[in-house]
């Protein structure tokens, strides 16, 4: 069974900064995506960014980036020049390409912007 | 924009009571999606329909049904609730057809006592 792991309850960064969230899954397959949701609170969960695993570059969403490490099955999230509206639990999730739509979520990592 | 909306952002039950939860999608997508969320657990899927009275076990269906008589609706049910089913329900849907995005609505949270 694939499993996703983030290892890092609470982040905390100073506004304008950058930080980066870990994530790594378990899998035995080659083909599959990769997603980062936002979850703002008592807001709507939105996606932030998504990877597909054969492709090798790095997705980006302008403050938004991806370090994709295939062979060591990391997947970890760059929030650049960060800001207070950043805040929110984010997390991790894998999809096997014939899995049917079925997301496999980590448990969540809580980012706090400081101003 | 996609919409998913819940029937309700809180609820308070009673143990043993039936519980539904509704959740409407107005942009004709084909799945739709049950999840729980609780802390340190991230979301676990409880059921999914990819078609209308088409639905699959995800990972936590013990507890819970569902039904899909509308491919704009999915309802989950709790045929007797319980305390352990307290907890954050979110909803989502896709498109289906090769496009995996999820899209989630608000959220119920609900209480068992």
């Known amino acids: 069974a694939q499993t996703v792991t983030q290892s890092q309850p609470e982040m905390s960064v100073q506004e304008a900064e950058t930080v980066t969230l870990s994530c790594t899954y378990d899998?035995?397959?080659?083909?599959?995506?990769l997603f980062w949701y936002k979850q703002p609170p008592s807001r709507q969960m939105i996606l932030v960014i998504r990877q597909e695993a054969y492709k090798q570059q790095n997705a980006t969403e302008n403050r938004f980036s991806v370090n994709f490490q295939k062979a060591a099955k990391s997947f970890s999230l760059k929030i650049s020049d960060s800001q207070l509206g950043d805040a929110a639990m984010y997390f991790c999730?894998?999809?096997?390409?014939?899995?049917?739509?079925?997301?496999?979520f980590g448990g969540g990592t809580r980012l706090m912007v400081k101003p | 924009d996609v919409k998913v909306t819940q029937s309700s952002r809180y609820l308070v039950k009673r143990t043993g009571e039936k519980v539904f939860l509704e959740c409407v999608q107005d942009?004709?997508?084909?799945?739709m999606f049950w999840y729980r969320q609780d802390p340190g657990l991230g979301l676990r899927l409880i059921y999914f329909?990819?078609?209308?009275?088409?639905?699959e076990k995800g990972d936590i269906p013990e507890g819970y049904s569902v039904s899909r008589e509308k491919k704009e609706r999915f309802s989950l049910i709790l045929e007797s609730a319980s305390t352990n089913q307290t907890s954050m329900y979110l909803c989502a849907s896709s498109l289906g057809a090769g496009d995996e995005t999820q899209y989630f609505g608000p959220g119920t949270r609900l209480l068992v006592l």
């Open positions: 942009m004709d997508h084909e799945n």
């Open positions: 329909s990819y078609d209308v009275k088409m639905k």
């Open positions: 999730a894998y999809r096997w390409d014939n899995a049917g739509n079925m997301l496999t």
């Open positions: 899998t035995s397959e080659s083909d599959y995506y």
